[in-house]
């Protein structure tokens, strides 16, 4: 999966977030999920995106609206992810 957003450094092939976890990385329907959690306070957030299948991996990326916040990373991380594909089915019923 390309690497991507301006959270992330790479040393040596080796990708580093802001964050303790790294970025999850998931695909639904063909489109590439990155889900970058970060701290608010004593919650969690996350930064969502998607790109759409062929897309141009130097293309920025689409941004998918999500302001939830959750109690742990991993928590914030897996419902970012799920935003994101509720977000796909949604572009995809578009057509």
Do not use: C, N
């Given at each position: 999966m390309a690497q991507y957003g301006p959270a992330l450094s790479t040393t040596a092939g080796v990708r580093y977030s802001a964050s303790r976890m790294r970025p999850l990385e998931a695909e639904h329907?063909?489109?590439?999920i990155r889900v970058i959690a970060s701290s608010?306070?004593?919650a969690w957030s996350a930064l969502v995106e998607v790109r759409a299948p062929g897309?141009?991996?130097?293309?920025?990326?689409?941004?998918?609206?999500f302001s939830g916040t959750h109690s742990t990373?991993?928590?914030a991380q897996s419902a970012?992810?799920?935003?994101?594909?509720?977000f796909i089915d949604r572009e995809e019923k578009k057509g």
């Amino acid at each position: 999966m390309a690497q991507y957003g301006p959270a992330l450094s790479t040393t040596a092939g080796v990708r580093y977030s802001a964050s303790r976890m790294r970025p999850l990385e998931a695909e639904h329907r063909g489109w590439k999920i990155r889900v970058i959690a970060s701290s608010a306070g004593r919650a969690w957030s996350a930064l969502v995106e998607v790109r759409a299948p062929g897309s141009d991996d130097a293309a920025e990326p689409t941004v998918v609206p999500f302001s939830g916040t959750h109690s742990t990373e991993k928590l914030a991380q897996s419902a970012g992810r799920d935003a994101a594909m509720r977000f796909i089915d949604r572009e995809e019923k578009k057509g």
